[in-house]
């Protein structure tokens, strides 16, 4: 696990930007530039490295085939690296190290730009051919590494964050008013979009290609090497039995071959289906016992995870620990912001800094559940989706105008419960096409909302927009699929790609952690969208195959408790240590000072939730974010300064005590 730099430019870098993202890869780092012969072009690769595989220096980067000619730096890990050494071998390649890395560097040149359809794992990299003038670049097919780049034509810059990319100068920056229209919707930005005009993001199963010409200038190709639904075959069926025992076999494997590492590895262990079914695997594929990490907050009483993952612990009798939290969320705000490089409206990236910071102390490696709910249904929202089948089918005076109406009436529960608002979104929308209704349940911001808190003049910017767009074309991808399927394709593409391993990337690279996602493999992913929904979702019981697959060897109390989600007391932060955070940040007269929002639209939306009428926490807390990004990256405040000006706001709360954490082990 790494970070990547590098450029195309028509002369040597001034500086090594990849110190900007030292924190990917703090064991060590290589950088090489290459006059690119018969152009002005000059090719730069810059790597920091997190030794995982082979610590010896046989793994540094950038590394290169035998004569030179081909070059790469690359974030990742390779999961059947093993089995394509084998092959390469066989072809008559050499090997001087025993990285995942160089079965990239043979693959390329085996097999070419198909070497990424052999890959199985998640990686971002950059080949260099000198031979035929070519930048490679490539991202892995569920998106779990990041990759950014800006293009104009005659300089190509790249990067695993933004941040370095902004170092070099080439940009300015500044807000695309597009892509914020979008995060509003969705609470991240989707790909391409950055929040940064000129930045680009790699979409996931995405490869670009960059040819020199001899004028200097730079010809880009666009290809995607990969969908889960590509690979889904008409005839295979499955009985139940059978499709019960292949999920186990592959779940099982999938957690195996991350086990491999020459660091140690610890599992995020929540007590939920996802993390207790890898921790069970682990802890039957590991020599000693595996190190699990939970975390708890002592004094909220709706995410209080400890007994069941104390339960699974026991269990498999993992060396457990226990990491307690108490209000850090002020001190994690910055933090969040500069390792994002963009507004980021889910707070339980708070949550992840807090876990990561703290796992970094134990291990290198974490095996994480992400993946799961998106893979094998696991959503209740996909059960609400059955329902809505059914509810259309009532008449239109009910649905359209009596359930709508009746539903104004629901008051959220703004302390940590979102039964209520689930309701209300049911009877609201559920009437609406499929497609409609699932973007007003998983959207933040709706189209009308946007337009009531929009100033006339950034209303006329993002005119023409269309949020919607980007589900939409998911749904249309996956229109042959049956309903739960069909969820899940778009969740896989949207929210776990831009939300879930967005948040886990960034946060756990933070503190130099690398996070693996055994339910985000790729052939674990093929082989669920083969099964039928009703394998899935059956009823009102979700996630029903994975339940069937573990039982007998999770506990019964796992199997049966309900889905809790790894989300932080976001409500009671909002209401009690961030509220005068909120009340600086998003007083009338910065957000006047803004030009985006009316400040009474954002006052009123603050009143509501605060009197309890609608549960407005993450609305506020994506308006809060923005806010902090625009004094970093904007205003270019240090962030120092603005960590004493966010303390110094929080400290007027009186509930909110000194900032600390502590961990405690539990033998």
């Keep these: 696990m790494c970070g ?68 790469i730096v690359f974030n990742g890990e390779i ?31 085996e097999w070419g730009e198909d070497v990424v359809k052999r890959l199985r794992g998640m990686f971002a990299f950059a080949i260099w051919d000198s031979r035929d003038k070519r930048l490679f670049l490539a991202r892995d097919g569920v998106g779990k590494k990041p990759l950014f780049y800006h293009c104009d034509g005659r300089r190509l810059i790249f990067a695993s964050e933004i941040k370095a990319i902004l170092e070099t100068g080439a940009i300015q920056a500044s807000l695309d008013a597009g892509a914020l229209h979008d995060y509003l919707t969705y609470l991240y930005f989707p790909p391409p979009k950055t929040a940064f005009r000129g930045i680009s993001k790699l979409p996931p199963a995405t490869s670009l290609s960059i040819l020199v010409l001899a004028d200097g200038s730079l010809k880009q190709r666009v290809s995607t090497f990969w969908d889960p639904l590509k690979a889904v075959s008409s005839s295979a069926r499955f009985s139940e039995s059978e499709a019960i025992d292949r ?57 209080d995870e400890l007994p069941a993952a104390r339960l699974v612990a026991e ?63 696991g959503y209740v929202r996909y059960a609400g989706a059955l329902l809505a089948r059914h509810y259309r089918r009532l008449p239109p005076f009910v649905t359209r105008t009596l359930a709508p109406r009746l539903s104004a009436l629901i008051r959220d529960d703004t302390n940590g419960r979102h039964g209520f608002r689930r309701l209300r979104e049911f009877a609201e929308y559920g009437w609406q096409p499929e497609e409609e209704m699932y973007l007003h349940w998983v959207g933040y911001f709706s189209e009308i909302e946007k337009q009531g808190l929009y100033t006339p003049h950034f209303a006329r910017e993002t005119a023409g927009c269309d949020s919607g767009v980007f589900l939409r074309n998911l749904f249309r991808r996956g229109a042959e699929l049956d309903p739960t399927n069909r969820l899940g394709y778009v969740d896989l593409g ?23 996602c055994p339910f985000a493999d790729q052939r674990l992913i093929e082989f669920a969208f083969q099964l039928p929904g009703s394998m899935k979702v059956r009823g009102l019981e979700i996630k029903w195959i994975v339940k069937r697959a573990m039982e007998g060897i999770l506990p019964p109390e796992i199997l049966q408790r309900k889905k809790m989600g790894f989300n932080p007391p976001a409500s009671r932060w909002i209401s009690r240590e961030l509220r005068p955070l909120v009340a ?17 639209a954002v006052s009123r939306l603050i009143q509501d939730h605060m009197q309890g009428k609608r549960d407005n926490t993450l609305k506020i807390w994506a308006l809060l974010m923005l806010e902090l990004w625009q004094r970093l990256y904007l205003d270019h405040e240090s962030e120092s300064s603005l960590f004493e000006d966010v303390m110094a706001a929080a400290w007027k709360a009186k509930s909110c005590g000194e900032a600390r954490i502590a961990a405690v082990e539990v033998v």
């Design 584 to 600: 600086t940040l998003l007083a009338a007269k910065v957000v006047e000072r803004r030009g985006i929002f009316r400040p009474d």
């Design 79 to 109: 999961y059947n690296f093993q089995e394509l050494r084998s092959d390469l071998k066989a072809s008559g390649h050499s090997f001087r190290s025993k990285t995942d890395t160089e079965a990239i560097i043979h693959g390329y040149e």
């Design 494 to 516: 949207s929210f776990l790609t831009c939300n879930c391993l967005e948040y886990s990337d960034r946060m756990s690279m933070a503190h130099s952690l690398e996070v693996r």
């Design 315 to 377: 269990k498999f009798q993992t060396r457990h620990h226990i990491l307690q939290a108490d209000a850090d969320c002020v001190g994690h705000l910055t933090k969040v912001v500069r390792h994002f490089d963009e507004p980021f409206g889910n707070p339980t990236a708070v949550l992840e800094s807090i876990l990561a910071e703290l796992m970094r102390q134990h291990v290198t490696v974490a095996l994480s559940g992400d993946g799961g709910d998106e893979v094998f249904g």
């Design 247 to 303: 999920a186990r076999t592959l779940i099982d494997e999938a957690v195996r071959i991350r086990l491999v590492s020459d660091v140690p590895i610890g599992v995020f262990l929540s007590g939920g289906i996802d993390s207790s079914t890898i921790t069970a695997f682990a802890s039957q594929r590991s020599q000693g016992p595996v190190r699990t990490f939970s975390i708890s907050f002592p004094d909220s009483k709706f995410y």
């Design 4 to 71: 990547i730099f590098g450029q195309i430019s028509l002369s040597p870098p001034a500086a090594d930007y990849s110190a900007a993202i030292r924190h990917r890869g703090p064991d060590d780092s290589g950088s090489c530039t290459f006059a690119v012969s018969e152009t002005p072009q000059y090719v730069t690769l810059s790597h920091r490295r997190l030794a995982v595989i082979d610590l010896s220096p046989a793994g540094h980067q950038p590394m290169s085939n035998e004569d030179s000619t081909i070059w």
